[in-house]
């Protein structure tokens, strides 16, 4: 099993920037593919990053391309999301996941976060 906890979120104004954070507890951390997803209201769960075992690739999402930065540090078991230039739009739930697979689909992570709110006023 793998226990995945996020922190970081808040609330912010457009244009901003928040580094959420993930840590990772109870499985070989540097051997789980990583990735972030957001829900919004009334949406279903949707890709925003991932990041493969030694972080040497990573995948977006079209929305965040070019905003968002995903990283990991495998010696603190922990990934992140660098999120800048914040936009209203990107209000939502923000949910780590870790699997054994790397890409954009949910089916590919068996972990899931407890999700963390990340609030963008307008």
């Known amino acids: 099993q793998v226990q995945l906890v996020e922190s970081g979120g808040g609330l912010v104004q457009a244009g901003d920037s928040l580094r959420v954070s993930c840590a990772a507890s109870?499985?070989?951390?540097?051997?789980?593919?990583m990735g972030w997803f957001r829900q919004a209201a009334g949406t279903e769960r949707a890709f925003v990053a991932a990041?493969?075992?030694?972080?040497?690739?990573?995948y977006y999402a079209d929305s965040v391309k070019g905003r968002f930065t995903i990283s990991r540090d495998n010696a603190k078991n922990t990934v992140y999301l660098q999120m800048n230039s914040l936009k209203s739009e990107d209000t939502a739930v923000y949910y780590c996941?870790?699997?054994?697979?790397?890409?954009?689909?949910?089916?590919?992570?068996?972990?899931w976060g407890q999700g963390i709110q990340v609030t963008v006023s307008s």
């Open positions: 109870g499985r070989s951390f540097s051997r789980l593919y």
């Open positions: 990041i493969s075992l030694n972080g040497g690739s990573t």
């Open positions: 996941a870790a699997g054994e697979r790397f890409g954009d689909r949910r089916s590919h992570y068996n972990y």
